[in-house]
């Protein structure tokens, strides 16, 4: 498997330090992939707060992908809803949107919060989910585009600085184009994001993440 291509991953034992829109609503896709997938544990809203940058854990073998993170923007919908994205792609490359940036490798995250939880109202368990997340991975020329959900609580919604956790978000390679090697597999999404309002680079990087991810070839689930 040729790992040079694709945007580096560690062991766990590691540790994420050695790597160092508006918004369409949320696609059918997404909302099924989360209905299919577990979200959080039982945990204390007043919990979620604490904790390292957001990263990608694959359940096989635990390599993880911690990228430093360049641009993380939001957009809020309404006062229950929100989308975030993250990238360490060159900012001034990820916003030409001519740009195919075929030569970079690196990710485009998009967190899409329906939901804002409030404490003793919104349940609290292991299939609850309140956000679908998707993750294009580049790798110099070839892509693939991870989704699914999990549960995240935001802090600052509608403010100029929002910070949110995601806590055990599940995600699986959806989409991929020619040549791209799968190095994550099943995997799980967590970490805290902190984040600018900014309504016009988000969108930007949802146009982004439609025109690179929405080419890509559906995967197929076996079994279905």
Not at 9 to 20: D, E, M, T
Not at 37 to 47: A, I, K, T, V, W
Not at 82 to 92: M, N, T, W
Request: a positive charge.
């Amino acid at each position: 498997m040729a790992t040079s291509r694709n945007p580096t991953l560690v062991p766990s034992s590691v540790g994420p330090h050695a790597l160092r829109r508006p918004i369409a609503p949320l696609s059918l896709l997404a909302m099924l992939l989360i209905a299919a997938m577990p979200g959080c544990g039982q945990l204390r809203l007043s919990s979620f707060m604490r904790g390292e940058q957001l990263k990608t854990t694959s359940e096989i073998g635990g390599a993880q992908l911690a990228p430093a993170w360049r641009t993380s923007v939001y957009a809020d919908r309404d006062a229950q809803s929100a989308d975030l994205y993250l990238s360490d792609l060159p900012p001034e490359r990820l916003a030409d949107l001519r740009d195919p940036m075929t030569d970079l490798a690196g990710t485009i995250v998009h967190v899409a919060i329906f939901l804002e939880p409030k404490a003793g109202a919104t349940p609290i368990d292991p299939s609850a989910c309140n956000a679908a997340v998707r993750q294009l991975v580049l790798a110099q020329g070839t892509l693939g585009l991870y989704g699914g959900g999990g549960f995240v609580v935001p802090s600052g919604l509608g403010d100029a600085k929002l910070t949110a956790s995601v806590r055990g978000a599940t995600l699986r390679l959806v989409r991929t184009g020619p040549g791209f090697d799968d190095l994550l597999g099943p995997s799980t999404v967590s970490g805290v994001i902190r984040a600018t309002r900014d309504p016009g680079l988000a969108r930007v990087m949802a146009q982004r993440l439609q025109d690179l991810g929405g080419p890509l070839k559906p995967v197929e689930v076996a079994g279905r």
